[in-house]
Nanobody
Framework: EVQAAGVWGGLVQAGGSLRLSCAAS????????MGWFRQAPGKEREFVAA????????YYADSVKGRFTISRDNAKNTVYLQMNSLKPEDTAVYYC????????????????WGQGTQVTVSS
């Protein structure tokens, strides 16, 4: 089982960029799909992006499509979220998550959640 772990966020101005990193622990990281979610104040947690275990497929919420890019480095057990053209409405706590099952197909069932990190986009 893969445990999603640390995430590092930050503060950025609107139109700027930020890259989130999530280091996961556990064996067989390369066989689990990974995802990013976010939760804004007063709102439910929402899906942001996911990447298949093979890195061949990526999925995005409509609200971030064309601005965010998810990627992974299996040698480092790390998944990334490159966020460009940030908007104030992207302000939220961001979480990474690992799929529950190995080698699964989309849609994934994320069962291991990392600590969230605050991303604040100022206008």
């Amino acid at each position: 089982e893969v445990q999603a772990a640390g995430v590092w966020g930050g503060l950025v101005q609107a139109g700027g960029s930020l890259r989130l990193s999530c280091a996961a622990s556990g064996r067989f990281f390369s066989s689990y799909a990974m995802g990013w979610f976010r939760q804004a104040p007063g709102k439910e947690r929402e899906f942001v992006a996911a990447i298949s275990w093979s890195s061949e497929s990526t999925y995005y919420a409509d609200s971030v499509k064309g601005r965010f890019t998810i990627s992974r480095d299996n040698a480092k057990n790390t998944v990334y979220l490159q966020m460009n053209s940030l908007k104030p409405e992207d302000t939220a706590v961001y979480y990474c998550a690992a799929d529950t099952f190995r080698y699964s197909d989309y849609p994934y069932r994320f069962g291991s959640w990392g600590q969230g990190t605050q991303v604040t986009v100022s206008s």
